[in-house]
């Protein structure tokens, strides 16, 4: 495409030297400079809409038609359009500058919302992952925080219902609950029932209307605590966990209760029943959203982390997401219809070397 303004110039002046002065290549000057406005700079744009013009007007001249009506229109029609070309070159270019500061915003906000965890939290190692759905966004309703607490190591992996900046409002509402929770809560049940008060909070200030009513947040809470080979779970709605094991043994951490998604106390409220379960040295916790499970293949069929996993290793917790990401685009072609939060938390076993990721130094 960025050679073709070139090309279609050399093939207006080619047809018209090899055909009849009757025969006319207007169109083919008209349509390089258009072709040029998004691709191009104003100054190249212009370059190009002045050689159309003086090829137009040479041929003719050549052919001794220059003073002919239908040359004379023809050259004036260039002419038009090429004008009409450098208009359109820059609204195209003040629009990509929009575009591209609204791009810097959008990662600004993410990154404040929704901060990527370190890389080592209370003696874990900590990996994380946000795909999104389509390509340079970068705001969704899925979340993740990591907190290291008088408690222990808390988290939370969540997907809000819905998209826009709904679904970052309530993102926000829930990170920062969580946030103040981890800390002061001493059960991982008191810190689900906060962010079901918060998530109320929200929509009583927002006033009603359908998204408050029917919104609702599933997510999945975890505790691992200091020195106990345990983890804790409180499941609301959300995806099972995965516990991989250090011989490639894979677990669902599927819950011994049913429960519904944060936000939707109005319907029904019992208290945040929580599973502990074992997670010994060198074992890595998965958690995702269902952009991960719910992902589709050309042939319909949903992709299964848990089957996909099964019976492989991998060093460390970056390793895995890598892997988990590139197959997932394998799977569904490079493309997905939903947001995707993955992140890993990995027990280091007794003697394991410190990890450590190789940051590169920009002279």
């Not at 110039?9 to 349509?31: C, H, K, N, Q």
């Not at 001249?61 to 090429?82: F, G, H, K, Q, R």
């Not at 909070?201 to 919104?215: H, I, S």
């Not at 599973?275 to 050309?298: H, I, Q, V």
Request: proline share 7%.
């Amino acid at each position: 495409m960025r050679a073709l303004p070139a090309l279609l110039i050399v093939g207006g002046a080619a047809f018209d030297l090899s055909t009849p002065p009757e025969y006319t290549a207007a169109p083919f000057y008209s349509a390089a400079p258009l072709i040029a406005a998004p691709f191009f700079s104003f100054r190249t744009t212009l370059l190009t809409a002045v050689v159309a013009v003086v090829m137009s007007v040479a041929l003719h001249t050549y052919n001794d038609t220059a003073t002919d009506v239908p040359a004379i229109i023809e050259t004036l029609t260039v002419l038009t359009v090429s004008a009409l070309a450098l208009l359109s070159n820059r609204v195209v270019r003040r629009g990509s500058r929009q575009l591209a500061s609204a791009r810097v915003i959008a990662e600004t906000a993410q990154r404040a919302v929704l901060p990527t965890p370190a890389e080592r939290i209370g003696g874990l190692h900590i990996a994380a992952r946000y795909e999104a759905a389509q390509a340079d966004a970068f705001i969704g309703g899925d979340l993740f925080a990591v907190q290291d607490t008088p408690h222990g190591v808390r988290l939370v992996v969540g997907d809000v219902r819905g998209k826009g900046l709904d679904a970052v409002e309530a993102v926000a509402v829930i990170i920062g609950a969580f946030r103040e929770a981890a800390e002061q809560e001493a059960g991982l049940d008191g810190v689900a029932q906060r962010l079901e008060r918060a998530l109320a909070r929200e929509g009583t200030r927002r006033g009603g209307g359908l998204d408050v009513v029917e919104g609702f947040t599933t997510a999945v809470l975890a505790e691992i605590p200091r020195g106990v080979d345990r983890v804790r779970i409180v499941n609301r709605g959300h995806p099972e966990p995965l516990l991989l094991h250090t011989d490639g043994g894979m677990e669902r951490l599927v819950p011994t209760r049913a429960a519904l998604p944060l936000g939707m106390g109005d319907l029904a409220a019992w208290p945040d029943h929580v599973d502990e379960r074992p997670c010994p040295p060198g074992a890595t916790l998965l958690f995702y959203t269902d952009g991960l499970s719910e992902a589709r293949g050309a042939d319909g069929e949903f992709y299964d982390p848990a089957e996909r996993l099964a019976g492989r290793l991998f060093p460390g917790p970056d390793e895995l997401l890598d892997a988990l990401v590139d197959d997932v685009r394998r799977h569904t072609g490079g493309g997905s219809t939903d947001d995707m939060a993955l992140l890993a938390v990995s027990r280091p076993a007794a003697g394991q070397p410190e990890r450590r990721r190789t940051i590169p130094v920009v002279p």
